[in-house]
């Protein structure tokens, strides 16, 4: 039974997120809170999958997604700094880090097969919505050129970790 | 007497239904990974295996400090599609073999005799997917690729350079890796000519080519990779961590 609350509650999350990020109208300094937070809430979860994952190929998943957000998220902070822009907390964000807070406490109490489905569904649904506030949200809002560069080209690497994802759930069985 | 046949013949009826219950449980599909124990059995019956004249005998190219390279080109043409050309075997054959192709360079493979090594390549492993070579490389080309897989773990750069042509590379072709994608992703290269890959992405690539003829490893950001085309041939080649980033390498 808690189980179920806790998916309705991240199915809820879910939902709730592009809605979210699909309304804003953000500025810089906003944008570079919610790619750092994007960033940083994959992190997270692979490294959680690096560990708890029993399938070796859900374990390098994970292992990648913490080196590829980690390598996104220096230039991001790179850029940043250059820029001299103080990233902006905002709403989408906050509710990038709560949602993202939330699957990782689903995910640590999964184990085995379990947790590999639970993790690579919700890869699947992150980067779909990722990219969705990418092409929705971030990039056309984006002023500085630096800026709206790095989101166009770390998009492609958001769009192989979305197949990939697929792969891996197509393999592992719904 | 009659008893010691009885003994054999419950023997031999318990390592049959031993060796049926194994094929059973595990099938004889090749993908799975040996256990350590069965690779350091199966390593020292194949070094057990090895006549000792054999394995004691000396490269005679030993004091030829180019040997490798004739080796690593036959090496390239020969060996690179299952042990991949740097030689550490983790190529789309060498890893899904049973057992999976061995990295040459590792400790293991490089405590053999280069005698030892070069009786591995004239005449196969059997219940591997190690062939026989003594009908394709003469015996002096089999000592060269002994003289390459020694080389290969401490292979640079500029070891891949080949001196006389070392102005080449300021003008090799470039592949740059930017925003997950290879540009361009549809290259025309002479034979002889290298070819650079730069990976201006802020997070690892590959590259790896369907065939195994080459694969670079994971290249960190800003890191160069290259390769110099042997043979005349198409090579379309991928990078395995991101799926969709495809290209194709033209060998004239």
């Known amino acids: ?174 | 007497m009659f008893r010691i046949g009885v003994v054999l013949l419950g023997g031999l009826v318990m390592v049959a239904m031993g060796a049926a219950y194994f094929v059973r449980q595990v099938g004889l599909s090749a993908d799975r990974t040996p256990g350590r124990v069965e690779t350091v059995i199966a390593r020292n019956l194949v070094r057990l295996s090895i006549p000792a004249e054999q394995a004691a005998a000396v490269n005679p190219l030993k004091n030829d400090t180019d040997a490798w390279r004739r080796g690593h080109t036959l090496f390239d043409s020969h060996c690179a599609v299952c042990h991949g050309t740097d030689a550490r075997g983790a190529t789309p054959i060498g890893k899904h073999t049973y057992p999976p192709v061995p990295d040459l360079t590792a400790s293991a493979i490089q405590r053999f005799s280069d005698g030892a090594l070069y009786s591995i390549v004239r005449h196969g492993v059997s219940w591997t997917g190690m062939p026989a070579f003594q009908h394709t490389l003469s015996e002096q080309e089999t000592w060269a690729t002994v003289a390459f897989i020694r080389k290969a773990g401490s292979l640079t750069a500029a070891d891949l350079t080949p001196t006389d042509t070392a102005a080449d590379v300021s003008h090799a072709v470039r592949v740059v890796i930017d925003g997950t994608r290879f540009h361009p992703d549809d290259l025309t290269v002479s034979v002889g000519e290298p070819v650079v890959w730069l990976n201006a992405d802020p997070f690892p690539h590959n590259i790896e080519s369907s065939t195994g003829r080459f694969h670079s490893g994971d290249l960190a950001p800003d890191a160069t990779w290259q390769w110099r085309p042997a043979r005349p041939g198409t090579y379309e080649y991928v990078c395995t961590l991101h799926p969709g980033m495809k290209a194709t390498l033209r060998v004239k």
Do not use: W
């Open chain 1, 1 to 174: 039974m808690k189980r179920i609350s806790t998916c309705a509650l991240m199915a809820a999350a879910l939902l709730a997120l592009p809605a979210a990020l699909a309304a804003q109208t953000v500025n810089d300094a906003q944008i570079a809170a919610i790619v750092v937070t994007a960033n940083q809430v994959d992190i997270d979860a692979g490294k959680l999958a690096e560990t708890n994952a029993s399938d070796a190929k859900v374990k390098a998943f994970g292992k990648q997604m913490v080196t590829d957000h980690t390598g996104v998220n220096k230039q991001a902070t790179d850029l940043v700094t250059k820029l001299g822009v103080t990233p902006q907390d905002n709403p989408t964000a906050q509710s990038l880090k709560s949602g993202g807070a939330d699957n990782v406490k689903h995910l640590s109490e999964l184990k085995g097969k379990e947790f590999d489905r639970a993790y690579v569904n919700h890869e699947v649904d992150y980067h779909q919505q990722v990219l969705d506030a990418l092409d929705k949200t971030l990039i056309p809002n984006a002023q500085n050129s630096d800026l709206k560069g790095l989101l166009v080209k770390v998009r492609p690497a958001f769009v192989a970790h979305l197949e990939h994802a697929k792969m891996l759930q197509t393999s592992l069985g719904k």
